[in-house]
T-cell receptor, first 116, second 110 residues
Framework: ETGVTQTPRHLVMGMTNKKSLKCEQH?????MYWYKQSAKKPLELMFV???????ENNSVPSRFSPECPNSSHLFLHLHTLQPEDSALYLC???????????????FGSGTRLTVV | GQNIDQPTEMTATEGAIVQINCTYQ??????LFWYQQHAGEAPTFLSY????GLEEKGRFSSFLSRSKGYSYLLLKELQMKDSASYLC???????????FGPGTRLSVLP
């Protein structure tokens, strides 16, 4: 267990469904992230939360809606997705203080999403 | 702009040494990280360089040249379990965000 837990591990949803991905970190970190990992493409940053405030929204379509109710939990709400949204969605956390060096991410195992 | 390049795939033999290169052009630099990702699993932190030179950690070493925008990950005494994707990531100046390379899929053969 990496200290960052994501559920569910696998999700198949239709284009008209609404679902949510959940991420929980047990590391006391103060920043959390959503990344999208598609086949043969680099990890793409979607959202960044620092101290529970969204600090980055990387031009992500509105059909993806993040929520960070506290520093330990992060959600990604999904609705009316497209087949091209099928990918591995990774959550990560870090302990950052704006330029504090040497701290990498701790990633969750991801949710494998298939949109049919 | 941000761009990180790595070879897509590499193959090596068990017990050998392999070097995975990474070149980057980013608008800021606050450290370079290497991650290992086995299929279906989370990426895990391997190494970190912020100053030029070589960092050694057991069988793994990572090198950085900031003037050349270049890094490599060196894996010695390869084992079958080293078969994985290796991700190069550059940290932006704001200290929070990473730009990831496409990853290099390494296959270790017996």
């Amino acid at each position: 267990e990496t200290g960052v837990t994501q559920t569910p591990r696998h999700l198949v949803m239709g284009m008209t469904n609404k679902k949510s991905l959940k991420c929980e970190q047990h590391l006391g970190h103060n920043a959390m992230y959503w990344y999208k990992q598609s086949a043969k493409k680099p990890l793409e940053l979607m959202f960044v939360y620092s101290l529970e405030e969204r600090v980055e929204n990387n031009s992500v379509p509105s059909r993806f809606s993040p929520e960070c109710p506290n520093s330990s939990h992060l959600f990604l709400h999904l609705h009316t997705l497209q087949p091209e949204d099928s990918a591995l969605y990774l959550c990560a956390s870090s302990q950052d203080q704006g330029g504090k060096l040497g701290y990498g991410y701790t990633f969750g195992s991801g949710t494998r999403l298939t949109v049919v | 702009g941000q761009n990180i390049d790595q070879p897509t795939e590499m193959t090596a033999t068990e017990g050998a040494i392999v070097q995975i290169n990474c070149t980057y052009q980013t608008s800021g630099f606050n450290g370079l990280f290497w991650y290992q990702q086995h299929a279906g699993e989370a990426p895990t932190f391997l190494s970190y360089n912020v100053l030029d030179g070589l960092e050694e950690k057991g069988r793994f070493s990572s090198f950085l040249s900031r003037s050349k925008g270049y890094s490599y990950l060196l894996l010695k005494e390869l084992q079958m379990k080293d078969s994985a994707s290796y991700l190069c990531a550059v940290r932006a100046l704001d200290g929070q965000n990473f730009v990831f390379g496409p990853g290099t899929r390494l296959s270790v053969l017996p």
